[in-house]
């Protein structure tokens, strides 16, 4: 064969792979009333397990679960909350029921100059996002991340709440405390702030951007409350930011994501499910405070993109121990069981984490502490 010949059919055959590549890169999936029950029937948990972690009094409540595994042992970060503010805890299971409490993560800072001293709520970033896989906390740089939201003021989500990042080059199933990077990440009062973001900031779940959808290495999804007249009595919505390095983020597209115009529509959790992105997000008083605080999703093809679920709620109040609040999502599946945990908040109050399940596992015997037995 000749060379010029050889050469031509080299080139041919590069620009067939670069052509077949990026057919198949462009192509997506159709996100259909079809696909959207189809996934719905995939992430269901009907049946309510119970709780499976609470105070062992009633001078603090928990929150946010953040599940990962490492080494066949599952580890979960959550947050405890006693009056001043949040601090990020870690807890092991080797079974998904059966919880140990191990320490602190984030810790209120001793020094009280440092903007986020009395609020530290972190959520792991850059999990393996695969549904039924392995939900490893992957590193980069080797580092492992946790964004986070912040801020100087005593209370329960009090004050100006800004977001930030923190980092370990230490394994994470071990409790220890997290170096954070000096400043906010992103703030509702820079000069960068949105009328969706420019009141206060919440929860933050942060993925890799694979095929660069967004043309950047990172994606956030975060919560925040704002709006353009009156910032403090806003809605609250999930926005995206992105970044190339963990370090430094830029707010992304021109409005939100997920956005119901009124109440609460926050804390995204993100899993790769069918070829589809699915968004767990929780919402609350659309209609009104008497609707509550309920667990839903929506579905996406490109992570920019959202198709809202228009059917029933993936969890809401029914129990008495959630039948206040049933809400901020994590959600996984193992060994064909999705495992649907969430915070359960009654009606004195009383604040722990509870789990559903798409398939009948029991009971759980594990109960909020009592009100009456706690004050003696």
Not at 64 to 79: A, E, G, Q, V
Not at 139 to 161: C, H, P, Q, R, V
Not at 329 to 353: D, M, P, T
């Amino acid at each position: 064969m000749k060379t010029k010949q050889f050469f031509q059919i080299m080139l041919t055959a590069f620009a067939f792979v670069i052509i077949t590549s990026c057919s198949s890169k462009m192509k997506k999936r159709e996100i259909t009333d079809a696909v959207m029950q189809e996934i719905y029937n995939e992430i269901k948990t009907p049946y309510k397990y119970g709780l499976i972690m609470v105070p062992t009094d009633n001078s603090y409540k928990m929150d946010c679960p953040s599940i990962f595994r490492k080494d066949n042992k599952w580890f979960m970060t959550y947050l405890i909350f006693e009056g001043r503010g949040y601090e990020t805890w870690l807890a092991e299971s080797d079974d998904l029921l059966n919880w140990k409490h191990l320490g602190k993560v984030m810790s209120f800072s001793k020094d009280t100059t440092e903007w986020d001293v009395n609020q530290k709520a972190g959520y792991i970033a850059l999990q393996d996002p695969t549904w039924g896989g392995s939900y490893k906390w992957e590193s980069y740089d080797d580092k492992y991340w946790m964004s986070y939201f912040g801020g100087n003021t005593t209370g329960y989500e009090a004050g100006i709440l800004s977001m930030g990042m923190a980092y370990t080059d230490e394994l994470p199933t071990t409790p220890h405390e997290f170096k954070r990077l000096p400043k906010p990440i992103l703030r509702p009062n820079d000069d960068k702030a949105k009328w969706w973001d420019n009141s206060t900031m919440y929860k933050s779940s942060v993925i890799r951007d694979v095929e660069k959808e967004t043309g950047h290495d990172f994606v956030m999804y975060y919560n925040a409350r704002g709006d353009s007249i009156n910032p403090a009595k806003g809605a609250e919505r999930i926005a995206m930011a992105v970044s190339d390095d963990m370090k430094n983020w830029k707010r992304f597209g021109d409005g939100p994501v997920i956005n119901h115009h009124k109440g609460i529509s926050g804390d995204a959790y993100i899993q790769r499910i069918n070829d589809t992105w699915v968004m767990f997000y929780f919402g609350a008083f659309w209609t009104g405070w008497d609707q509550g605080a309920f667990n839903r999703f929506a579905v996406s093809n490109d992570l920019i993109h959202w198709k809202d679920w228009e059917g029933e709620d993936l969890i809401q109040s029914s129990e008495p121990y959630d039948d206040l609040f049933a809400h901020k999502s994590f959600v996984l599946k193992h060994e064909g069981i999705v495992y649907h945990y969430y915070c359960a908040v009654n009606k004195a109050g009383q604040r722990g984490i509870a789990l559903a399940t798409s398939k009948d596992i029991g009971k759980s015997d594990i109960h909020f502490v009592a009100i009456e037995d706690d004050q003696k």
